[in-house]
């Protein structure tokens, strides 16, 4: 099946340094990459949707300039943290997915996640 | 109202039990559900998909009611091994082909 490959898994880093996020598609095209955000014991909280070759799509109270999405090619995809603090610790993952040729994207297309990383911020 | 709802439990069952878990949906133009399954701190992954007409999967029966707007999981003969927390998700929310995750409803299966 198709994998998407995260790095790094877990990331302690003291306030105010930026982190960065990769998202790779091992063996598909990733059209359009999701990132989301977990809390502890809360849902994934989408923070933006990005689309190979154009600028990330961010939900309503996501900072675009706190959080930096590249996706340059069709199989990598890049979250940076800038300056982060400690209420930025969270477990961040992606997931990829893929469109069907011609007609764009199936509704029923599946979403491939990444392993996710637990950013912790001292 | 939330997008898509779940009670987030836990629900604690003894092995062998058969449990339920419920998930409502606001936007009647959704188009496609997915039950995912999420251990602590890892990935979601896919548990399956659920169809109109219904769909079971070994010991999972998933169940799409969109009168009611509403998908069901039913869990029969509990593992230990089912324990996790199951997510809901639901696609094409008003013409839009993002995702949309529910919080997740905790299962512990208990000895």
């Known amino acids: 099946g198709a994998v998407v490959s995260q790095h790094p898994s877990r990331v302690i880093c003291k306030s105010g340094t930026s982190v960065k996020i990769e998202c790779r598609s091992l063996?598909?095209?990733?059209?359009?990459m999701f990132w989301y955000r977990q809390f502890p014991k809360q849902s994934l909280m989408l923070m933006a949707t990005s689309n190979e070759g154009s600028k990330a799509t961010y939900e309503q109270g996501v900072e675009k300039d706190k959080f930096l999405i590249n996706h340059a090619s069709l199989t990598l995809s890049t979250l940076t943290v800038t300056s982060a603090h400690p209420e930025d610790s969270s477990f961040y993952i992606c997931?990829?997915?893929?469109?069907?040729?011609?007609?764009?994207?199936?509704?029923?297309?599946?979403?491939?996640f990444g392993s996710g990383t637990q950013l912790s911020v001292l | 109202r939330k997008e898509v709802e779940q009670d987030p439990g836990p629900f604690n069952v003894p092995e062998g039990a058969t449990v339920a878990f419920n998930c409502t949906y606001s936007n009647s133009a959704s188009q496609s559900f997915f039950w995912y399954r999420q251990d602590c701190r890892k990935e979601p992954k896919l548990l399956m998909s659920v169809y109109s007409s219904g769909n079971e999967d070994g010991r999972f029966t998933a169940q799409l009611n969109r009168a009611s707007q509403y998908i069901s999981l039913l869990i029969r003969d509990s593992k230990l091994s089912d324990s996790a927390t199951y997510l809901c998700?639901?696609?094409?929310?008003?013409?839009?082909?993002?995702?949309?995750f529910g919080r997740g409803t905790s299962l512990i299966v208990h000895p």
């Open positions: 063996d598909f095209q990733a059209t359009t």
């Open positions: 998700v639901v696609n094409g929310s008003g013409g839009s082909y993002i995702p949309t």
């Open positions: 997931s990829a997915r893929t469109t069907t040729s011609g007609t764009g994207y199936s509704l029923n297309e599946k979403l491939f």
